[in-house]
């Protein structure tokens, strides 16, 4: 495993986050990234946008939000996306992102995290598996595009 450094994205990450979106199937422009980075930030105090480094490179990267609960004591924290570059898959920058989030979300107090994982990604699925999450319920989704 290449030597990472995990730590908060900022605005400049921007251009390097785009083939990382790309990879789970978000083609999305610099600009706009640039301006929906500090705009998600802002709208979830408690939110952030994880990026594994490589040196000058960013490899991985992993969105953490909390959201409140009626139903459960504490927040819950959320990976809603997470990604590492494809050649480097299987090399631990995945598990040091994962790491660092759980590190952050029990610092907050936290007793539960989930991580968002479309069929789309279910090759990622024995990944999650192997450091401890379970299968657990169905997310529905709905387009509202006109």
Do not use: N
């Not at 978000?26 to 040196?55: E, F, M």
Request: proline share 8%.
């Amino acid at each position: 495993m290449p030597i990472v450094d995990v730590r908060d994205a900022t605005p400049e990450d921007a251009t390097a986050l785009r083939p990382l979106l790309g990879t789970l199937g978000y083609p999305v422009d610099p600009a706009a990234l640039a301006t929906r980075l500090p705009a998600l930030l802002a709208a979830d105090p408690t939110g952030r946008v994880l990026v594994a480094a490589a040196g000058d490179q960013l490899v991985g990267f992993a969105v953490l939000h909390c959201t409140p609960s009626l139903h459960r004591p504490t927040a819950v924290g959320r990976i809603t996306a997470i990604a590492v570059l494809p050649s480097l898959q299987g090399g631990g920058v995945g598990r040091a992102l994962l790491d660092a989030a759980e590190r952050y979300f029990r610092e907050l107090g936290l007793t539960r995290i989930e991580v968002t994982s479309g069929p789309t990604h279910a090759d990622a699925y024995p990944f999650y598996r192997r450091l401890g999450y379970v299968d657990q319920g169905v997310r529905f989704a709905k387009s509202l595009d006109r």
